[in-house]
């Protein structure tokens, strides 16, 4: 394992600066459309469009619950796919929430539209062209969005994810509490050599083509490592860990030890109902929500 896979780059805060420089350069310039079709008595749902860096135009689904509020917010940061769907009836009797589609992905993949597997190295040679560069930055846009609308109490809004939802949580402090799973960022120089499942192999697959490009790649992915970003977050923050491997409690205890803020583990089960509800139940207590457990209590 070389200096170069695990050292914070020396110009990070300056690369991250940049960023937050170039999104304030551009307006929100939000839209709100109202879906007929998803809205009923238990929420009203929105297409929404906001600008971020390039410019480009990005897509999101917003709920908000009937009533006056305001109430809790929770943005799902994009997953690693194309598709992100419509929030869950569970969450948006409960919360405004905000499904986020980053640059690529559908319903935000004009002019661009991301390849899957391909996305996860496009650009990656250089910090400055690699494409997750434009994603986090479509990501604090939703988040500065969702902190800022009167609808939502301020001072209970969650975000859940994977590595996109720590990175954001650290850049914009607004959040009350952080969820994450699944991170594919951590300790990726790494994992790589620990796994053939995408979308790590397409790290793999990368270097197997450019073998001359290694250290690039290496110093590219420290920026976007949540280790190195995790000490800026202010929320309590729920890891979802594995029993072992590159999922478990070892492989993440340095991350784990980057926090600043508090961080409790759950143990995934990997029944599904289960580490839902466990999860759901955790998320509505810190955001004073009722939980909507998916498993019927038996007498």
């Known amino acids: 394992m070389s200096q170069t896979e695990t050292r914070r780059p020396a110009d990070f805060d300056a690369y991250w600066d940049a960023v937050d420089r170039e999104l304030a350069?551009?307006?929100t310039a939000p839209t709100l459309?109202?879906?007929a079709l998803p809205s009923d008595e238990f929420s009203t749902v929105y297409a929404l469009r906001l600008t971020s860096i390039g410019p480009y135009r990005i897509f999101g689904y917003v709920s908000v619950p009937p009533g006056g509020g305001p109430f809790p917010g929770l943005l799902a940061a994009p997953h690693y796919g194309s598709v992100n769907h419509l929030p869950h009836l569970d969450d948006r009797q409960r919360y405004v929430t905000l499904i986020l589609m980053h640059r690529g992905q559908r319903l935000a993949d004009q002019p661009f539209a991301a390849a899957y597997p391909g996305v996860l190295t496009l650009g990656i040679d250089d910090p400055a062209t690699y494409v997750y560069r434009g994603i986090v930055a479509?990501?604090?846009?939703?988040?500065?969005?969702l902190q800022s609308l009167p609808s939502v109490d301020a001072s209970r809004v969650a975000i859940t994810g994977d590595d996109l939802a720590l990175i954001t949580a650290a850049r914009r402090p607004g959040f009350?509490?952080?969820?994450?799973a699944g991170l594919t960022f951590y300790r990726l120089m790494q994992a790589r050599e620990r796994s053939e499942a995408y979308p790590v192999e397409e790290i793999n697959d990368y270097l197997r083509a450019n073998p001359d490009r290694r250290e690039a790649v290496a110093r590219t992915l420290a920026y976007f490592d949540p280790c190195h970003h995790v000490a800026g977050i202010t929320a309590t923050t729920l890891l979802s860990v594995g029993s072992g491997g590159l999922t478990g409690h070892e492989w993440h205890q340095p991350l784990v030890n980057a926090f600043s803020a508090p961080v409790e583990e759950y143990v995934?089960?990997?029944?599904?109902a289960t580490d839902h509800d466990w999860v759901d139940a955790w998320m509505a207590g810190r955001l004073g929500a009722e939980p909507k457990p998916?498993?019927?209590k038996v007498a």
């Open 25 to 27: 350069r551009y307006p």
């Open 33 to 35: 459309e109202r879906l």
């Open 138 to 145: 479509d990501c604090l846009r939703g988040a500065e969005f």
């Open 176 to 180: 009350a509490t952080v969820q994450a």
């Open 268 to 272: 995934l089960s990997h029944e599904g």
């Open 294 to 296: 998916r498993l019927w």
